[in-house]
């Protein structure tokens, strides 16, 4: 007893101080939680008294938990900016994804077909464990749409995958099946998910808002409901993944009454599982068998990252206007992680003939790509023009919830330098209350103006608050890149294109003359304009520089030359946006 | 589009004393007025109207305050170095030392942008704004806004 608490505390405290590690060297932190797993597990330290059936279960509840975080922290705003892109690549991605790589399972690896698409089915999702940690986590701000794209994917593919994974493990390992039953059945996962996950956000928002639990008890609650509704989906037919997803946007999106402790919570509690799960994989993995297939295994690697990936991704991106660079980008970002590890199980559970390669394969390719990938996931977002440079320096912010307040209490340090150091006013829906100065607190009305090295307490709508940093921040030094990014001056968003039209001889239409330029961007980007989307205007380029709180466009750029960073920076992705204005034209 | 086309070096002054962004734009309206022999009025007017569209104050210390006017016959640049910084309402809330001013003919609608994007270029270059801030000659300061660019384009 004493004994597994201390392997397992163990693993989990290992894995932590190796994030320290991880972090000097860039070496992505899922690797080195696999990595704990495999020193530990059956060939290393020998702590691994694991079975198949165990790690697929414990890892189905540890990716239900991080898919109901994930779902958590995606603003709706992201969701609908992304939603139908996303949904395409989560479903014909996938498939096609699959498709292609059965194609080196079969040569490789000497598979025949149906089991060539069940490697590839396992191996068709991107894993939103390993995405969202790297884009959050990577110290790098994609641009909104490709960040919330790749983010919403990663979310909607797993049970995609999932149920294609499943299907064919249950055909090949002797079930009988026919293939209406199996259409019914994926829309019936569908269906359920979507519909449970929606119900159960609803009565995971009501029972945290209304039920007048202890505090510290409610992410207990939310968690637990999520699991409950994750397994209750999955015993009607549903796909639970789905529905704690959509569970955790819709909790996630709603005005809840401790929105902190939750989400700190889920950040602590999405951490374990992700380490659980990690952990637990290395522990199944034999690597004395790794190598008669890491060959054939690597081939499968290539093929998935240089032609499945990016031609899925191409494919399924299409109908939508994307860039080049974009769809690169998004293609590159295709991480496998341990939902393909996790699948990888379910032949050798099911009793599959050669269970263990389709685990041994899986785990290697998860492997390279992990490093391959997220190790290069920075520079080349900057190489495709994906990152948005920083435009405030760091700010020192203590945020508390007020429950039941719509309202929340924000504390900053003033810093030399800030813009509220040099006098400039707050926003009139930020109500300084109380200054801390010179070790004495007083009223904020009675101390005056602010100065360096005061502590300012504020209430202000928490949907409001990162509106409020650029004010106490330090001004980050714009770089050469910056100026490139954001363009060479600021123009008012509510001056009239007309007018700029006419300061600088732009090409505009008759019809758009009388507009905003605000409305003229946010128009150009189909509503949803996000932050670094460009225009091209004859010689110049409209770029929006920052969004108000309605997702509206606050600041605008003009470069007076074309900053060409959405130019494609790959030839092999541009027949793309000919075809596309091609179909475009057949369509107008 | 090169800067020794845009300005001569009777066009920089090095030590403009100004205390606010209306008086430096009316200070070198003046002066434009005097090198392109049109009405300072109408020169100031035309600045004040692009400033109405967003700040020229584009960060740094840096303003490149700009318009199209009817009646010039080509580009004309101005530079002044402030004694001084002023508040220009900049992007970046600080205040403004160096300024570009750039005047274009009515026409000229894309050499006023290759102006504007070459003179932006030359002011982002964090280098040569410190040597220009270190001058405080009109000659020296004209050789540094045009040399800068020959060694560039070598």
Redesign the interface.
Known sequence: MNLAVLVLSGLVAASVFSSLLSFRIGAPLLLVFLGVGLAAGAEGLGLGPMDGRMVYLLGSAALAVVLFDSGFHTPVKAFRLAAAPALSLATVGVVLTAAVVAVPAHLLLGLDWPHAGLLGSILASTDAAAVFFLLRVGGITVRDRTRSLLEVESGCNDPVAIFLTMALAAILAGQPHTGWALAGDLARQFLYGGLGGLAGGMVIVQAVNRLGIERSLLPILALALALMLFSAVGLLGGSGFLAVYIAGLVAGNARLSAPQTLKRFQDGISWLAQIGMFVSLGLLARPSEFGAVALPAMGVAVVLTLVARPLAVFLALLPFRITANETFFVSWVGLRGAVSILMAILPMILGVAGGSVYFNVAFLVVVASLAVQGWTIGPVARWMGQIVPRRTGPVERVDLELPGAHHALVAYRIVPDSLVARGHRLPRWAMPSLVVRDGGSMLAHIAGPLVAGDMVWLFARPDRVGHLDHLFARPAEAAEADRRFFGDFPIEPTVSMGQLALSYGLPVNEDGLDRTVADYLADRFGGRPGIGDRVLLGDIELIVRALDEAGGVAEVGFAAEPTRLDAPRLAMFEPGERLKAWVSRLGG | MDIVDLITPGAVIANLRATSKKQALSDLAKRAGEITALHERAILDVLL??E?????G???GIA?PH??LNSLDRLYGLFARLERPINFDS????PVDLIFLLLAPESA??D???A??RV?RLL?DKSVCEKLRGTDNADALYALLTESQASRAA
């Open positions: 109207e692009r109405r569209l967003g700040t020229t584009v960060g740094n490149i318009g199209k992007i970046d809330e600080q609608g894309a006023h942008l290759k504007l994007a932006s982002r």
